[in-house]
């Protein structure tokens, strides 16, 4: 049993605090604490979607890990059961360094020992690499995989349907917990000076029982489970010792060093062509979220580690996931991507294997699409592209005029409705027992300043009279129905004679977007606003402090989080847009754009805590601004990566884009 002293306790809690991902490219990924101690059900070294699933599952959990020698033994991992940490694991710990890939050393006195984690990219693979870089002679390194074998969303706890059995074969060993998942594939091998032969498998299967996960305990669910272990790896690990290990479930390995070797020479490769500083490790971050499913179709991940893909998100992270970083082809491949998904002039908010097996709840996913071809045509200018993409904009702005799902239909004036009562169809779409917690059927403000958009873009690619008038009306509506003078805002929703004129950021799309029917005074007035009550140095309140709705902490169990999400907590995907407004409200203001770009640099320290080297889907709406929700989210990182990009091109006198 490990006791702790207060000092010892608050280093632990900060440790335990700090996540590190690495994926690879599949949709999969590696991810845990610093101190390798899981604290969530979603942590692991091998959480890969096998084929046929829409679900990623942990197959590998992580390694019990143990250094023997001179009659003793020192651990390099630390669990909790139960509310006791076991063992120590954690105080040998010197450091741990993110990139290129995540790396830890531990110092137990002349005892000098690194652990590396990759992940191939393209492979549902992890490699591990283990270092003897010390002077203590004697000793062995131990390793034990504890297998969950699961949804990733999902515990497991003993039971007699678990098949036990280890297969041994030139190519390493394979275990196959339960017939409906492929099997995993494990294998070990060592280099050593002191010619120390490979690492031998000793089958010992047994279950760790209890293990607790404390975020999901502060999350309000359940949070212990066991895990399944088949034995152990065993081998000399004296001075100039390295280890290989790896676990797929592609097929076997092989050779691990091999892979490792030609996996890391491939990541160095690649961190080599980003740029210097704090953009290169946002363009570093963005590459976390492209990825390619089983059919070779690239799509985006939402966010670590529990989100899958989702339209919205894709559309919004897009342009600063690939055109803020160059990658102008693979802007054009997610939208053309896209186009089988097209269903009644919707898109997918959960992306399936095809159509038929994904999920429309979302009413603004084609508009951000349409946004997001813009935006592509615009950097990246190609008439057969737009030549495809022409078609399926007129789909869905006939299917929004005619009457779609989600309510969506266009009023006499021009307006676009969504949703109705007890339906959630935009971003803010968090819902409770009593109904969603920001009810906003009727005219959400940023949908139609989308809807308005798409009319000009069709109006632009089409050149006819008829689409020009039927922008010219929508956009003179727009104005006439949701701008107020007095407050110098736009209203957030309108319904009929209802007009809500809550402070909201939804606004400030409207303000950027362009093309925009708002005049350069009205962009201005709606900065202001924001500015006043709702700009913080992590992005934009959901809601203004000055609301009784508001709440400023993303804390407590599902539902408690669900109602701060949108009632105050901010969102820093916001801050693309803002900037885009800022820059379009205030052309030319050099104070302006430095003040700009302390916010967006100050996005930097972030990358220190929460999901380490990503920036987190939301952060508290109260100082200090802590991080909530997933630790990594595409669109966080797209928005401030376009940002960058925006602010780049301001600084050259640019116009904005």
Same mark, same amino acid.
């Given at each position: 049993m490990l006791r702790l002293d207060r000092e010892h306790l608050s280093r632990l809690e900060l440790a335990l605090s700090r996540e590190w991902l690495e994926t690879d490219g599949r949709g999969g990924y590696a991810s845990s604490t610093v101190l390798a101690c899981p604290t969530r059900r979603f942590h692991g070294l091998l959480v890969a979607r096998p084929d046929g699933h829409n679900e990623r599952h942990v197959f590998l959990s992580r390694f019990e890990e143990k250094v023997h020698g001179h009659g003793r033994h020192y651990l390099l991992n630390l669990t909790r059961y139960?509310?006791?940490?076991?063992?120590?694991?954690?105080?040998?710990?010197?450091?741990?360094?993110?990139?290129?890939?995540?790396?830890?050393?531990?110092?137990?006195?002349?005892?000098?020992?690194?652990?590396?984690?990759?992940m191939p990219r393209g492979e549902r693979s992890v490699l591990l690499r283990y270092r003897n870089v010390g002077e203590r002679a004697g000793l062995r390194l131990s390793l034990r995989p504890l297998l969950a074998c699961r949804e990733a969303r999902a515990l497991t706890f003993e039971n007699l349907a678990l098949d036990p059995r280890v297969g041994r074969s030139s190519a390493g060993l394979v275990v196959r917990p339960y017939a409906a998942l492929p099997p995993l594939h494990l294998a070990a091998s060592t280099a050593a000076s002191t010619g120390a032969g490979s690492p031998r498998f000793e089958a010992d299967p047994l279950w760790y029982r209890g293990i607790e996960y404390t975020q999901d305990q502060l999350r309000g669910y359940d949070c212990h489970e066991d895990q399944f272990c088949p034995g152990w790896f065993d081998a000399d690990f004296e001075p100039g010792s390295t280890w290989w290990v790896g676990a797929s479930i592609e097929g076997p390995i092989g050779d691990p060093r091999a892979a490792f070797e030609a996996a890391a020479e491939r990541r160095l490769s690649e961190e080599r062509a980003w740029s210097p500083g704090f953009r290169g490790r946002l363009e570093s971050a963005a590459e976390c979220f492209l990825y390619r499913n089983e059919t070779a179709r690239l799509g985006v991940i939402a966010g670590y580690p529990w989100f899958e893909e989702r339209g919205r998100h894709t559309f919004v992270a897009l342009p600063g996931l690939t055109l803020a970083r160059g990658r102008g082809d693979q802007a054009k491949e997610l939208l053309l991507a896209a186009l089988p998904y097209l269903r009644g002039g919707l898109l997918p908010n959960i992306y399936g294997r095809d159509a038929a097996d994904s999920q429309y709840g979302s009413a603004d996913a084609a508009l951000w699409f349409a946004l997001a071809a813009w935006r592509t045509l615009e950097r990246a200018?190609?008439?057969?592209?737009?030549?495809?993409?022409?078609?399926?904009?007129?789909?869905?702005?006939?299917?929004? !005029?005619? *009457?779609?799902?989600?309510? %969506?239909?266009?009023?006499?004036?021009? /307006? &676009?409705?969504?949703?109705?009562?007890?339906?959630?169809?935009?971003?803010?779409?968090?819902?409770?027992?009593?109904?969603?917690?920001?009810? !906003?059927? *009727?005219?959400?403000?940023? %949908?139609?300043?989308?809807?308005?958009? /798409? &009319?000009?873009?069709?109006?632009?690619?089409e050149g006819t009279p008829a689409a020009q008038e039927q922008a010219r009306r929508s956009g003179e509506a727009f104005v006439r129905r949701f701008w107020s003078e007095e407050q110098g805002l736009l209203a957030d929703v309108v319904d009929g004679e209802r007009i809500d004129l809550t402070v909201r950021p939804n606004q400030i799309i409207a303000a950027a977007l362009p093309g925009s029917p708002l005049s350069a005074d009205q962009r201005a007035w709606i900065v202001r606003r924001i500015d006043a009550e709702l700009l913080t140095p992590r992005g934009l309140r959901t809601l203004s402090p000055t609301e009784l709705a508001y709440r400023g902490r993303y804390v407590g169990h599902q539902e408690e989080r669900d109602r701060a999400a949108h009632q105050g907590c901010v969102w820093p995907w916001l801050v693309g847009f803002y900037v885009e407004a800022c820059l379009r409200a205030f052309p030319g203001d050099l104070q302006r754009r430095e003040?700009?770009?302390?916010?967006?640099?100050?996005?930097?320290?972030?990358?220190?805590?929460?999901?380490?080297?990503?920036?987190?889907?939301?952060?508290?709406?109260?100082?200090?601004?802590?991080?909530?929700?997933?630790?990594?989210?595409?669109?966080?990182?797209?928005e401030l990566l376009r940002a960058k990009v925006l602010l780049a091109e301001a600084g050259t006198g640019a116009a904005v884009r």
């Open positions: 139960r509310g006791t940490f076991v063992p120590d694991g954690d105080l040998g710990l010197e450091e741990f360094a993110l990139v290129p890939w995540p790396r830890w050393t531990y110092r137990m006195g002349l005892a000098v020992i690194q652990r590396e984690v990759l200018p190609d008439p057969d592209l737009t030549a495809k993409l022409r078609p399926a904009l007129r789909g869905i702005e006939q299917a929004y !005029r005619q *009457g779609a799902e989600l309510g %969506l239909h266009v009023d006499r004036e021009g /307006l &676009l409705h969504a949703g109705h009562d007890g339906l959630a169809v935009t971003w803010m779409d968090a819902i409770v027992a009593e109904g969603p917690v920001t009810p !906003r059927h *009727g005219c959400p403000v940023e %949908l139609n300043a989308l809807w308005v958009f /798409l &009319l000009q873009f069709l109006a632009r690619l003040q700009l770009l302390r916010l967006v640099d100050g996005f930097e320290e972030t990358l220190h805590s929460g999901g380490l080297g990503q920036v987190s889907k939301l952060f508290d709406g109260d100082p200090p601004h802590r991080p909530g929700g997933a630790i990594a989210q595409a669109w966080s990182v797209g």
